[in-house]
């Protein structure tokens, strides 16, 4: 499973699973297809890092990035990521990366998933050049 299959397969979920709270988790569209399209992109407000899920739900606001388990991941990516966690958790919001339906339910339920950004900071302090979650 790839990263976009898993991110629809939670979103699917949600919505069967909470339908009462429709339209309180959506996507960003934070990749380009060429230059001129990340140009437009920014142009209309995209920001690098900005996480894969928003949620907002009984006054939560939760950036959720998604990753697939065992995959390499850029660690100058996950940095900026981070750094867009670090700033919604400034603002008073949440920010985890899950690599399962599982750990997105544990965010759910306000259960403390696996990656909370102390442990991917930890992560980052290793020196590699990447990451696997």
Same mark, same amino acid.
């Given at each position: 499973?790839?990263?976009? !299959?898993? &991110? ?7 919505? &069967?699973?909470? /339908?009462?709270y429709r339209g309180t988790l ?6 380009? @297809? ?6 437009? &992109?920014?142009? %209309? ?10 949620? @907002? =739900?009984?006054?939560? @606001?939760?950036?959720? $990035? ?5 995959? /390499? ?7 900026? !990521?981070?750094?867009?966690? #670090?700033? +919604?958790?400034? $603002? ?5 990366? *899950?690599?399962?339906? $599982? $750990? @997105?339910? %544990? *965010?759910?339920?306000? #259960?403390?998933? /696996?990656?909370? /950004?102390?442990?991917?900071?930890? =992560? =980052? ?5 990447? +990451?696997?979650?």
């Amino acid at each position: 499973m790839n990263e976009k !299959q898993l &991110q629809a397969s939670i979103v699917m979920d949600y919505s &069967q699973n909470m /339908p009462e709270y429709r339209g309180t988790l959506w996507s960003t569209r934070n990749t380009t @297809f060429s230059q001129r399209d990340g140009q437009s &992109q920014k142009a %209309m407000g995209m920001v690098a890092g900005v996480s894969d899920l928003i949620l @907002f =739900l009984d006054g939560r @606001f939760v950036g959720i $990035e998604i990753k697939v388990k065992g995959k /390499p991941h850029a660690a100058k990516h996950i940095q900026q !990521q981070l750094r867009w966690g #670090d700033a +919604i958790i400034h $603002e008073g919001g949440e920010w985890y990366i *899950v690599t399962s339906k $599982e $750990e @997105f339910w %544990m *965010v759910i339920n306000k #259960d403390q998933p /696996p990656y909370t /950004p102390e442990a991917v900071k930890q =992560l =980052l302090n290793n020196g590699r050049s990447t +990451i696997k979650f």
